[in-house]
């Protein structure tokens, strides 16, 4: 009997701490207003709704933290059920409560707050003006401004653009100076990918297809497309993931089609290649790629069609070939500077020259990528197209290349920046993303956004508007050229090309102020040809080799 009541009153004293402990204070709460409420409603006749509601919460309550305690999963909901809940649910929220709440207006990422509001009105025609003046720390390092002239110019043409191609009998084409970035049909909805496309077509500039294909939804409205192959060569492929001639030949003859872009490389995610699950291969998205549902799509991180920098430009001439002549080029970020001076003296060994390059900086977007390729991989854009435009300068190119630039570029102020550095015209992603409504929610990856941009959700998707989105996309394109060009008047200038790096000054220190042209200056032309040695790219210069994509020993 005493051995009985020993275990009786140990199995109290246990119960006694286990109701009494902190950490399981919502599962005994719970379970006291469930037991309290069922007791209720059995002694109560015609028992009030609010009780019954209680008894069902509670009862909710007390399953969920029996599951909880039973689960091998997660430490945490074992020790502490139901509560944790509320930790996983906060952080999931975290980003929204700091962009909403915490974050001023000048300092959030990858985004401010100020920058997204700009792009939020220009789309809507609404009043994108502010009162005041600057939030910014104007005595801050790295500080940034335009110089002015004190006789401003006439406000030029909005609408400027820039001609690529051309040579050699090939087609040309008129390329606004603000364009619509690669993002696929496949990371972007249907939807979201109609909506740009008949903006585009709108306002008249161009719009990428990205790398996954040049799609139904491309199409149905005839905006200006410039078609991204990567190394899935999606819609112009072989069963075996090959590039496919024959199917590129036919697809690319469409007038649509104004330009073929190859991708080497991406900004956010330089060297790494993709894979779209089985379960998210749609019979579009199929149908579009040239790829069988039920199987993983892959996106090799390298090229098959080509292993050199002469077959890269060998490729290139092939794909203006097939093409009938339309402007062809590619895209990468720059990494090892030997291997894009090996592609430089390709040019000159072959006499193939692409008819541009973009150049995506490593702070450009993407739907999903690691961390440690986001954050430490690839070079930022300013450098990178330096780096490109002196080079092409260094071999005397210049004039036969035009360049564009990609890599966080939303407002007019990003553009002239970028036009100093030595791009033609300037390519946006996010920035047309917020146009669509994008809300920098950052769940691009889990095919839940909210805006029905990102995802294949078609319940999300509903929310996007075509038509309507349509037009902002055209008001954001206009207002952000209609910027520039005021930009252009007021340093006294009659077009935005005649922005040179020393129009753009930097606060380094307190007491120091340098232009772009003595952070990043110009390489003489033809100095690579002529005495690489005596350039910042001696080394890179002696180690490239145009037929490896490996330095020389």
């Known amino acids: 009997m005493n051995v009985v009541q020993s275990t009786a009153g140990a199995a109290l004293r246990r119960a006694i701490e286990f109701i009494r402990t902190p950490r399981f204070l919502p599962l005994t709460a719970s379970a006291a207003v469930a037991l309290t409420c069922g007791l209720a409603l059995l002694l109560v006749q015609g028992a009030h709704p609010l009780l019954v509601a209680c008894f069902l919460l509670s009862l909710a309550l007390v399953v969920v933290g029996v599951n909880d305690m039973l689960q091998t999963t997660h430490s945490i909901l074992r020790n502490y059920p139901i509560a944790a809940h509320l930790r996983f649910m906060f952080e999931d929220i975290r980003p929204a409560i700091r962009q909403y709440f915490f974050e001023d207006d000048k300092s959030g990422t990858p985004f ?69 970035s690669a993002m696929s049909f496949g990371a972007l909805s249907a939807n979201a990918i109609r909506a740009l496309n008949k903006g585009a077509r709108i306002g008249g500039f161009a719009h990428d297809t990205g790398e996954g294909g040049f799609s139904s939804h491309h199409a149905e409205f005839g905006g200006d497309i410039i078609w991204e192959l990567g190394s899935g060569y999606f819609g112009a492929r072989n069963a075996d993931g090959t590039f496919s001639a024959e199917r590129f030949a036919g697809a690319a003859v469409n007038e649509q089609i104004k330009m073929i872009e190859v991708k080497l490389s991406q900004g956010a995610k330089p060297g790494h290649g993709g894979v779209l699950p089985a379960s998210k291969v749609s019979a579009e998205i199929a149908a579009t790629r040239g790829v069988p549902m039920g199987v993983d799509c892959v996106s090799p991180a390298g090229h098959s069609a080509f292993s050199t920098p002469v077959g890269l430009l060998k490729f290139v001439a092939t794909l203006r070939n097939l093409s009938g002549g339309k402007p062809t080029g590619f895209k990468l970020c720059v990494g090892h500077e030997w291997e894009f001076l090996a592609i430089c003296k390709a040019m000159r060994e072959t006499g193939i020259y692409p008819d541009f390059i973009v150049v995506d900086g490593k702070e450009g977007g993407t739907g999903a990528a690691p961390m440690e390729f986001i954050d430490h991989l690839g070079k930022p854009l300013r450098e990178g197209l330096t780096f490109v435009n002196n080079a092409l300068i260094g071999i005397d190119a210049r004039h036969r290349v035009k360049l564009g630039a990609s890599g966080k570029i939303a407002t007019a102020f990003d553009m002239v920046r970028a036009i100093t550095l030595g791009a033609d015209w300037c390519n946006s992603a996010r920035g047309f993303m917020f146009a669509l409504g994008c809300i920098q929610s950052q769940s691009c990856h889990t095919d839940r956004c909210p805006t029905g941009v990102a995802t294949q959700d078609p319940a999300r998707q509903r929310g996007l508007v075509v038509h309507d989105k349509a037009e902002r996309v055209a008001h954001y394109h206009k207002a952000t050229l209609e910027s520039l060009a005021e930009l252009t008047a007021a340093a006294g200038l009659t077009h935005p090309a005649q922005f040179t790096r020393r129009h753009i000054q930097r606060r380094v220190s307190q007491r120091e102020i340098a232009s772009f042209a003595d952070i990043y200056p110009v390489l003489e032309a033809g100095a690579l040809l002529t005495h690489p040695e005596e350039t910042p790219y001696a080394r890179a210069w002696a180690v490239a080799d145009p037929h490896s994509f490996l330095p020389r020993d």
């Not at 100020?114 to 792009?119: N, Q, S």
């Not at 110019?153 to 364009?179: E, H, I, K, N």
């Open 112 to 180: 401010s707050r100020d920058k997204r509001a700009i792009v939020y009105q220009r789309p809507k025609s609404a009043l994108d003006k502010r009162p005041f003046g600057t939030s910014y720390d104007v005595y801050a390092e790295g500080f940034e401004w335009i110089t002015h002239s004190m006789m401003p110019a006439a406000v030029p043409v909005a609408d400027v653009r820039t001609q690529v191609g051309g040579f050699d009998g090939c087609q040309a084409y008129a390329m606004s100076l603000f364009s619509i």
